[in-house]
């Protein structure tokens, strides 16, 4: 047999093996079952899982599930404004955000940030690993499109923040609000809210209490936002806000008195966010149940859902 001809059959063959690897997708795993089942681990954790096994760490995840309804108000706008601020209108992708990063990439000649929907980042984290190659991205899509049509945006929203890591082996939002400010996601005030959103690109490397100067600045910036959608009533807050986080607001603004060590700058990990507060690398960045959730009922946009 001809060389070329036993080279093209090995194209073809790998291209079919390809093609049904992505294709496996549309029917596997199953995302039916997490209309009304919350999910006992995802991909990320395992992942994180099989890192310390191979270091040789003896660690265990820290996740506490808790329902949409006991999770601070001011949590849910925050990420919404910070990672996906078109959630409850696109149907899994914003095209526009998609488009700005694949500009950004081009300018910088390099594949970083990706636009990616909250609804994206879900599918990642339950079913896919942090692999920025173009197979993993389509079986993300797909992954994604199966997820906005059997669950509803609220489940969507209410799995994601029970599963997002919030630092090395913290998933979820219970497990990282009892973390670093040793109060429960329903106690959550809007500055915390806001400081704990904006790691969420890159967890493992800013923390929510440090004093990183990306942090300080693009909570201040998520903060602002909250404020002038109505969501924060700024005199309200003053007024009930305890001392130590007073001294951290300044003139309606958020200063950067929080109290915790910072870990080292570096820009957002996975940069694929698609919110209004886009993630920013630092100047200094040297390399790439049911009870009521806070003490003033902040609005949270979901419409028909």
Same mark, same amino acid.
């Given at each position: 047999?001809?060389?070329?001809?036993?080279?093209? @059959?090995?194209?073809?063959?790998?291209?079919?093996?390809?093609?049904?690897?992505?294709?496996?997708?549309?029917?596997?795993? &199953?995302?039916?079952?997490?209309?009304?089942?919350?999910?006992?681990?995802?991909?990320?954790?395992?992942?994180?899982?099989?890192?310390? @096994?191979?270091? !040789?760490?003896?660690? @265990?995840?820290?996740?506490?599930?808790?329902?949409?309804?006991?999770?601070?108000?001011?949590?849910?706008?925050?990420?919404?404004?910070?990672?996906?601020? =078109?959630?409850?209108?696109?149907?899994?992708?914003?095209?526009?955000?998609?488009?700005?990063?694949?500009?950004?990439?081009?300018?910088?000649? =390099?594949?970083?940030?990706? !636009?990616?929907?909250?609804?994206?980042?879900?599918?990642?984290?339950?079913?896919?690993?942090?692999?920025?190659?173009?197979?993993?991205?389509?079986?993300?899509?797909?992954?994604?499109?199966?997820?906005?049509?059997?669950? @509803?945006?609220?489940?969507?929203?209410?799995? %994601?923040?029970?599963?997002?890591?919030?630092?090395?082996?913290?998933?979820?939002?219970?497990?990282?609000?009892?973390? %670093?400010?040793?109060?429960?996601?329903?106690?959550?005030?809007?500055?915390?809210?806001?400081?704990?959103?904006?790691?969420? &690109?890159?967890?493992?490397? %800013?923390?929510?209490?440090?004093?990183?100067?990306?942090?300080?600045?693009?909570?201040?910036?998520? %903060?602002?936002?909250?404020?002038?959608?109505?969501?924060?009533?700024?005199?309200?807050?003053?007024?009930?806000?305890?001392?130590?986080?007073?001294?951290?607001?300044? !003139?309606?603004?958020?200063?950067?008195?929080?109290?915790?060590? /910072?870990?080292?700058?570096?820009?957002?990990?996975?940069?694929?966010?698609? !919110?209004?507060?886009?993630?920013?690398?630092?100047?200094?960045?040297?390399?790439?149940?049911?009870?009521? /959730?806070?003490?003033?009922?902040?609005?949270?946009?979901?419409?028909?859902?």
């Amino acid at each position: 047999m001809p060389k070329n001809i036993t080279i093209k @059959k090995i194209i073809i063959g790998a291209a079919g093996l390809l093609f049904l690897y992505i294709a496996s997708a549309l029917v596997y795993p &199953p995302v039916s079952w997490l209309a009304k089942e919350n999910p006992k681990t995802t991909a990320m954790m395992e992942i994180r899982e099989r890192e310390w @096994k191979r270091a !040789g760490k003896d660690r @265990k995840i820290d996740q506490r599930w808790v329902p949409f309804n006991r999770i601070s108000p001011y949590m849910v706008k925050a990420v919404i404004l910070a990672e996906d601020d =078109k959630f409850w209108s696109h149907e899994g992708f914003d095209v526009e955000g998609i488009e700005k990063a694949m500009e950004k990439n081009i300018k910088k000649k =390099k594949f970083k940030a990706g !636009g990616s929907t909250i609804s994206q980042q879900l599918a990642k984290n339950l079913f896919l690993s942090p692999s920025r190659n173009p197979v993993r991205k389509l079986k993300e899509a797909i992954l994604t499109l199966r997820l906005e049509r059997a669950l @509803k945006k609220r489940r969507i929203l209410e799995i %994601y923040l029970n599963v997002a890591e919030w630092g090395d082996g913290i998933f979820g939002i219970e497990a990282a609000a009892r973390h %670093y400010y040793g109060v429960s996601a329903a106690s959550l005030s809007p500055l915390q809210a806001a400081r704990l959103a904006t790691v969420l &690109p890159n967890p493992r490397k %800013y923390s929510p209490t440090g004093s990183s100067r990306y942090v300080e600045r693009r909570s201040r910036l998520i %903060y602002r936002l909250m404020v002038r959608r109505g969501v924060v009533v700024q005199e309200f807050e003053d007024v009930m806000k305890p001392p130590e986080e007073e001294a951290a607001t300044e !003139g309606g603004e958020v200063m950067s008195n929080m109290s915790g060590a /910072a870990p080292a700058d570096a820009a957002p990990e996975n940069g694929e966010t698609g !919110g209004e507060v886009a993630p920013e690398a630092p100047e200094d960045a040297s390399a790439e149940g049911e009870a009521p /959730a806070t003490t003033q009922d902040a609005p949270v946009e979901e419409p028909g859902q």
